[in-house]
């Protein structure tokens, strides 16, 4: 069975950090590429990152440059997302989501994905 499993999320205070996991069973992650989305109450999914499949090239939203950094290690076929400085604004539900390898990540950050995980919380409040 395919699947995509995040961990990491959890309750922080504003300037804080979290690293999330994005850890694949069933299937090769280094064949892929990878993204991470978010979704807060009210609002719609939004690409936050993405990975190329080699880790070479990576995009992120504007609300999040020079703030969270996107990784991947094949070996563990895990995708990370470091997340600095958190804002209250970075709450929400994050996924990681992957798609065929030929998918560019502009595309990929744009919601192109064929797998999805459950999502982890991320709850940014003093």
């Known amino acids: 069975q395919l699947q995509l499993v995040e961990s990491g999320g959890g309750l922080v205070q504003p300037g804080g950090s979290l690293r999330l996991s994005c850890t694949a069973s069933?299937?090769?992650?280094?064949?892929?590429?990878i993204g991470w989305f978010r979704q807060a109450p009210g609002r719609e999914r939004e690409g936050v990152s993405c990975i190329s499949r080699s880790g070479s090239i990576t995009n992120y939203a504007d609300s999040v440059k020079g703030r969270f950094t996107i990784s991947r290690d094949n070996a563990k076929n895990t995708v990370y997302l470091q997340m600095n400085s958190l804002k209250p604004e970075d709450t929400g539900i994050y996924y990681c989501?992957?798609?065929?390898?030929?998918?560019?990540?502009?595309?990929?950050?744009?919601?192109?994905?064929?797998?999805w995980g459950q999502g982890t919380q991320v709850t940014v409040s003093s």
């Open positions: 069933g299937f090769t992650l280094g064949y892929y590429t």
């Open positions: 989501a992957s798609a065929d390898w030929q998918t560019t990540i502009q595309a990929m950050c744009r919601g192109s994905a064929d797998y």
